[in-house]
């Protein structure tokens, strides 16, 4: 596919995705959903995905005007075909990854650009970043996975601040609330994104894996249940040649050298 709306890069075991319409505060079309999905599939033997913006945003939200998807004047039909066409499968393409996922909100990361941007493993943003669940503010609900996700990160009573008020949550006060990983100096966001994905990229792949998968796993069922879940996974990663070298590793008192199988 030749990518309309987004830029990707592969390098050092990183796939870089970059939303790829500044002129539009990268607003999401549907097309830009399926664009990123298609290069979540071409990544190969990528071992962390590293997800950005072009310019001064991260991500506006849905693009009202393009198609007429999505957008409220055309009704909630077109925003139900937009949302399970395109959004959803992207954000479950995203939450079954086998590998780790950052991103590096760079500006406004607002509607289901603030969903896309929370939908990682870890969030850095810069100081002049912020986070907006801006649906109440045109009479619609949120998506992209925000009403499952926002509580499950900072709680019942933030969540509905964030939902039901529609205000600006800036970067710093992000991390304070623990919405996000870290929020750094904007000169410094694509350093820190960059070593982080590089270090991950660098990991036992296969457990790096089974923990994003049982991370979210546990929160669906009971105690038991993730117990058992915990032992089917340390089975699967300790059959792994990262694992045979993290013990060998450890034993000759060495650092480990991850292969990603």
């Known amino acids: 596919m030749t990518y309309e709306t987004i830029k990707l890069d592969i390098a050092d075991n990183v796939a870089t995705i970059t939303?790829?319409?500044?002129?539009?505060?990268?607003?999401?079309?549907?097309?830009?959903?399926?664009?990123?999905?298609?290069?979540?599939?071409?990544i190969g033997d990528a071992r962390c995905v590293l997800i950005t913006g072009e310019g001064r945003a991260f991500c506006s939200g849905a693009d009202l005007a393009a198609r007429g998807e999505g957008a409220s004047i055309t009704g909630g039909q077109g925003a139900h075909r937009g949302l399970t066409r395109s959004y959803n499968p992207l954000m479950m393409k995203l939450a079954r990854l086998p590998i780790p996922v950052v991103t590096a909100v760079n500006g406004p990361a607002a509607g289901v650009g603030c969903s896309l941007s929370l939908a990682s493993d870890f969030t850095i943003a810069s100081k002049s970043a912020y986070f907006l669940q801006a649906f109440v503010n045109i009479g619609l609900v949120p998506d992209g996975g925000a009403s499952w996700m926002l509580a499950r990160l900072v709680g019942k009573a933030r969540a509905t601040e964030m939902m039901l008020l529609g205000e600006k949550i800036p970067g710093e006060k992000a991390a304070d609330w623990g919405l996000?990983?870290?929020?750094?100096?904007?000169?410094?966001?694509?350093?820190?994104?960059?070593?982080?994905?590089?270090?991950?990229?660098?990991?036992?792949?296969?457990?790096?894996?089974?923990?994003?998968?049982?991370?979210?796993?546990?929160?669906?069922?009971?105690?038991?249940?993730?117990?058992?879940?915990?032992?089917?996974?340390?089975?699967?990663?300790?059959?792994?040649?990262?694992?045979?070298?993290?013990?060998?590793?450890?034993?000759?008192?060495?650092k480990a050298e991850f292969k990603g199988q």
């Not at 500044?22 to 599939?41: K, S, T």
């Open 19 to 42: 939303l790829n319409r500044p002129e539009r505060l990268n607003a999401m079309p549907p097309q830009m959903a399926e664009e990123i999905g298609d290069a979540l599939d071409q």
């Open 180 to 254: 996000i990983y870290k929020c750094v100096e904007d000169n410094a966001l694509m350093d820190e994104a960059k070593a982080l994905a590089a270090r991950l990229a660098g990991g036992p792949t296969v457990a790096l894996g089974l923990m994003r998968q049982g991370l979210a796993a546990a929160l669906e069922v009971d105690y038991a249940s993730a117990l058992r879940t915990e032992a089917e996974n340390q089975k699967i990663a300790g059959d792994s040649a990262d694992a045979r070298e993290g013990g060998i590793a450890f034993l000759q008192k060495r």
